[in-house]
C-alpha cells in the first residue's frame, strides 16, 4: 500500500455561502469549513492545509455585519486553518431602463488570491492534489497552467450547490458538487469558545 495522497484545499468563501444560500441552507451557515476539506477526502488522501478565502463585508446592516464578524473568528479558531482576505466593494451602475443607480455588491481578488496559493503550493510540493471548493470559472486558465508545469499534480473541484462551471469542470483532473450530507456533518460548535475566553455562539438566524 503506497503513501496517502496528500491534498490541500482552497475554499471560495461567497462561491459556497451563495451555494448554499441559493438552496435555503441557512441552517448550515455556522459551517466548519476544515472540517468539510476532510469530509470530501477518500480513504486514501490526507488533508495537508486548509486555505479559506474570503471578504468582510461592508454594510449598515449591523446584525449582518456581527454574523459574519462572529463566523470569522469562530473559524480564526481553528488552527489547522488560513484565512485570507480580499476586497468587498460596492459598484454602483446605472439601470438602462429607468436610469436609476443601482448599487451592487461585489467580492474582488479571492479568485487572484487562490491562483497565487495554488501556484505557490505546487511549487513548493506541498500537495500531490489540490481540492478547490468553489465554481469560479475565472480559475480556469490557472489551472491549466498548473497542469502544464506539474503534469504529476492533480487538480478537483468540489462545486458548491448549484454552482457547476463547466469550463472549469472541463479543465480539472476530476470534479463532483458537494451534497447537504457532507455540509450537515461539517458544522462547528453552537459555542466555539476562543483562546483569550471570548464565547461565539451560532447566531438565531443560522438555527
Not at 471560495?12 to 459551517?31: I, P, Q
Request: charged share 25%; proline share 3%; aromatic share 10%.
Amino acid at each position: 500500500m503506497g503513501d496517502a495522497e496528500r491534498v490541500a484545499a482552497y475554499i471560495d468563501g461567497f462561491n459556497l455561502y451563495f451555494g448554499m444560500k441559493n438552496k435555503g441552507w441557512r441552517r448550515y451557515y455556522w459551517l466548519n469549513v476544515h472540517l468539510l476539506a476532510k469530509n470530501l477526502l477518500k480513504a486514501n488522501q490526507t488533508l495537508i492545509l486548509t486555505k479559506y478565502f474570503t471578504s468582510r463585508i461592508t454594510t449598515s446592516d449591523s446584525n449582518k455585519f456581527r454574523r459574519q464578524n462572529d463566523y470569522i473568528e469562530a473559524l480564526s479558531n481553528i488552527k489547522d486553518l488560513e484565512i485570507y482576505y480580499g476586497k468587498y466593494k460596492i459598484i454602483e451602475t446605472i439601470c438602462p431602463k429607468c436610469g436609476s443607480k443601482l448599487k451592487t455588491p461585489k467580492e474582488k481578488m479571492t479568485d487572484v488570491n487562490i491562483a497565487t496559493h495554488l501556484m505557490k503550493d505546487a511549487y513548493q510540493d506541498i500537495f500531490d492534489a489540490a481540492l478547490l471548493i468553489t465554481g469560479d470559472s475565472d480559475l480556469v486558465e490557472p489551472v491549466k497552467i498548473i497542469s502544464e508545469l506539474f503534469p504529476k499534480k492533480r487538480v478537483i473541484v468540489a462545486f458548491p450547490p448549484g454552482r457547476v462551471a463547466i469550463d472549469l469542470k472541463n479543465a480539472v483532473h476530476s470534479s463532483f458538487v458537494v451534497g447537504r450530507k457532507n455540509i450537515s456533518i461539517s458544522q462547528l460548535d453552537e459555542h466555539v469558545t476562543k483562546e483569550d475566553g471570548c464565547i461565539l455562539t451560532r447566531p438565531n438566524e443560522w438555527k
